[in-house]
């Protein structure tokens, strides 16, 4: 069997499908690809200026017919689903020309769609001939392994990244320009190079410091420059040794940031502690006050860690009676005094689990 660690923070040289069938089983927890697009282009493409557009006319994107990328998709895709673990997940970048039959065989192979992302060009290249609409955005399709896995998603880090806003699947960011576009004597070094910004996002929303981030088609590096910079691993396949070298080159210059700053303190979940234990360890005295925010409403605690005013029941049950509701979290309902003024026992709650379960 394969030893996974082989291949971590390496990019492995040749055929991707032929690569992904030495990676071991559900081993690896995202997959970003950035495949060829079959881009279908009909002869050269020239500015009004009379220059010639420097298009995707790579070899590595041409096809000899839909069927035939078809099966190619298949074969990748079908090999990505095994090496994912059973809660990791797939990003995969497209245009018009191919997303939608990507799309459909990513279904068809048992993944599940979570959300299609559209990468809004801030600065998208002119449609130059004036016959169609200027095609501004590619498409991202983000998938789980399979319907019911618990994939990794950092909802309120992104929610605090987008200035406290629920993070939307329309993304506007600017294609590769300045120093951050790869050139070897003034000409661009890969055709399709992806924004780092892009990345950025996609691996610090879904998956966690020291995963295994794979990219079947490294090309450039972003993919590993950017796992390396938020500290996960990365695994890279690529055909061509020139792009070997330039991700490599990339890969190497970065810094990684420090640890302490990329922990999702923010996503941490509530500590499990039962008002009973806060009773039990003196933070909150039998036959205490505890009472609403605005002092409209005081209770008494007693030994068993329900409470009474005039009923007697849970911190929560006695709330929803107050509120008339069907159910209320008592904890972000009640407070007591400490040092003269109002203190939520939810912030109790949190200063217990700090002193007694390592939170």
Known sequence: MTNLKEFE?????????????????????????????????????????????????????????????????????????????????????????????????????????????IWMKTNPMPNFKGTRFNNAHETLIWASKKQGSRYKFHYKSMKAFNDDKQMRSDWYIPICLGNERIRINGEKAHSTQKPEELLYRIILSTSNIGDVILDPFMGSGTTGAIAKLLRRKFIGFEKEEKYKKIAEDRINKVVPIDEDFLK???????PKVAFGNLIKDGFIKVGEIM????????VKINADGTINNGETGSIHSISAKI????????????????????????DLRYKYAREFMDY
Request: glycine share 6%.
């Open 291 to 298: 009472t609403d925010k605005y002092g409209n409403n005081k």
């Open 9 to 117: 923070n390496k990019i492995i040289l040749g055929d991707c499908i032929e690569n992904l069938k030495k990676i071991p089983d559900n081993s690896v927890d995202l997959i970003f690809a950035d495949p060829p697009y079959n881009m279908q282009l009909q002869g050269e493409l020239w500015r009004p200026n009379q220059t010639k557009v420097d298009a995707v006319d790579d070899d590595w994107d041409k096809y000899e017919s839909f069927k035939h990328y078809d099966d190619f998709s298949i074969a990748w895709l079908k090999e990505c689903r095994r090496v994912l673990k059973e809660d990791g997940a797939i990003w995969v970048i497209g245009s018009y020309h191919n997303i939608f039959r990507v799309g459909k065989i990513i279904q068809d192979l048992g993944y599940w769609i979570l959300n299609d992302v």
């Open 264 to 270: 999702y303190r923010i996503e941490k979940p509530k």
């Open 323 to 346: 509120l008339n509701k069907q159910s209320s979290n008592g904890w972000s309902y009640w407070y007591v005094i400490r040092d003269g003024k109002l203190m939520s026992i939810d």
